[in-house]
């Protein structure tokens, strides 16, 4: 192998660097989608394991359908945790604190994260057909952003009740995740979230807030796969499935929006046009469809990682074989009980402090996906979208949503459903719809975040 590597323009196959060094490469991109990817299924009672190996084989499968092309990492969604919290709200255990996981609804919950990659699927099929520019006039981020927005503030509330198991490790991990994200260097500030999960966790084992017997009882090695949780099982046509159908499948409106976004910014990292090649009906295929597999198997919606776009950037080797090593490497860990024990004694207060800082994140990257747009809010049109969005997700979630018989079926359309629909009607039907969407870049959509929805 040579000495004389020249990383300044970057290094587009990673096989010149020798297995060693590419390895490495790999466990590096494991560690930065981790915190962030096992935080998901900490906040909705899903299996940590089952999350790891949904993450590992939806990275493997958008590899295969992109044509091996894009270095990007699929790791767990955060903006489906509003529409969990409405599904599958977590249970109060014997204290009070929300811990526990609400197993009769977790599988329609994932039934339904299943088919909302189906949408990805039909967005794709569309752009074939009909062109990208004449689907994205349906979903402008006058739309989309209120609702991102609206999925941060509806989860708000969860966040403070987390907090007020121990008040102590909350501020601790809120107050490292800051740090890191204002102050930090390097891998530092691309790994805010796994860096306060540890900081907050030191602080835990020295106070006596862990327990590890749980670690005791766990096995090895085991089958990371839950029948009783899998969304393939719960696709029974009953009205608590027609309901979460409702409520979660809107939210894949505005993630398809996220992901258009971090294609553009793995695009302006890399230096090459991915929205263009392979495509985006490509990347929008492999992204549905890890996502509704995701879901039949029990875990939790899967996104490009921003996480992972910063590493990219900051270690300029830009060849996907190595996503594809932490792909790998994050299937082989999903095979360990013992692991997902250690990660499950996370005390709740510092799940607390992650989520109060995250949620927040998530409404403030719809307030930036309005503003990097220049939505023009002097135009009452546009301030008509997106109030009758924010009152509709926030107001109807209030009151438990909007309920309706169908066939003797009840059907319960949560506050994001209602608010997705209203927006998306509203903009078809109002006049002045001027957005164009831009393929040449992706500019228009919001770039990745270190905090990734």
Request: net charge neutral; glycine share 10%; charged share 10%.
């Amino acid at each position: 192998m040579s000495e004389k590597i020249d990383y300044s323009k970057g290094i587009y196959d990673a096989r010149q660097l020798g297995a060693g060094r590419m390895f490495i490469l790999g466990v590096q991109h494991m560690f930065a989608m981790f915190g962030a990817t096992v935080l998901v299924p900490l906040l909705t009672g899903l299996s940590v394991s089952t999350t790891l190996l949904c993450a590992g084989l939806g990275t493997l499968l958008f590899h295969l359908i992109t044509k091996k092309k894009v270095p990007a990492f699929l790791g767990s969604s955060f903006a489906y945790l509003g529409g969990f919290s409405i599904v599958a709200p977590m249970l109060a255990d014997a204290d009070g604190n929300l811990t526990v996981a609400n197993t009769k609804m977790l599988p329609y919950a994932c039934a339904a994260v299943a088919f909302s990659g189906l949408v990805y699927l039909v967005a794709s099929l569309l752009i074939s057909t009909f062109g990208i520019r004449r689907i994205m006039k349906f979903f402008p981020p006058v739309v989309t952003g209120p609702i991102i927005i609206s999925i941060g503030l509806i989860l708000a509330p969860s966040a403070i009740n987390n907090c007020q198991a121990n008040w102590l490790l909350a501020f601790v991990a809120l107050g490292t995740v800051v740090v890191c994200n204002i102050w930090g260097k390097g891998m530092v500030k691309i790994l805010p979230i796994l860096i306060g999960v540890l900081v907050s966790y030191a602080v835990a084992l020295v106070t006596g807030a862990v327990d590890f017997q749980r670690i005791s009882e766990a096995a090895w090695v085991g089958i990371p796969l839950h029948k009783e949780a899998m969304g393939l099982f719960a696709i029974d046509g009953s009205p608590e499935f027609i309901s979460a159908l409702f409520t979660i499948i809107p939210i894949a409106l505005a993630t398809m929006m996220e992901h258009v976004g971090d294609i553009a910014a793995i695009s302006a990292t890399v230096g090459h046009n991915y929205i263009n090649d392979p495509g985006l009906n490509r990347t929008l295929l492999g992204d549905g469809l890890a996502t509704t597999m995701a879901g039949l198997l029990g875990g939790p919606a899967n996104t490009t990682y921003g996480e992972n776009t910063g590493v990219l950037a900051l270690s300029k080797i830009y060849d996907p074989l190595v996503i594809r090593i932490a792909a790998v490497l994050a299937i082989i860990l999903s095979f360990s009980p013992k692991f997902e024990a250690v990660i499950n004694t996370i005390p709740t207060g510092i799940i607390g402090g992650i989520s109060f800082v995250l949620y927040g994140m998530i409404s403030a990257i719809g307030v930036r996906n309005v503003v990097e747009n220049r939505v023009d809010f002097t135009n009452s049109r546009n301030l008509i979208v997106a109030a009758v969005i924010l009152v509709c997700a926030l107001g109807f979630n209030s009151v438990g949503g909007v309920s309706f018989a169908v066939a003797g079926v009840t059907i319960n359309l949560s506050g994001l459903a209602v608010a997705a629909i209203a927006g998306i009607l509203l903009n078809a039907i109002l006049p002045g719809n001027d957005y164009e969407f831009d393929a040449a870049d992706g500019s228009e959509a919001a770039t990745s975040s270190n905090l990734q929805v």
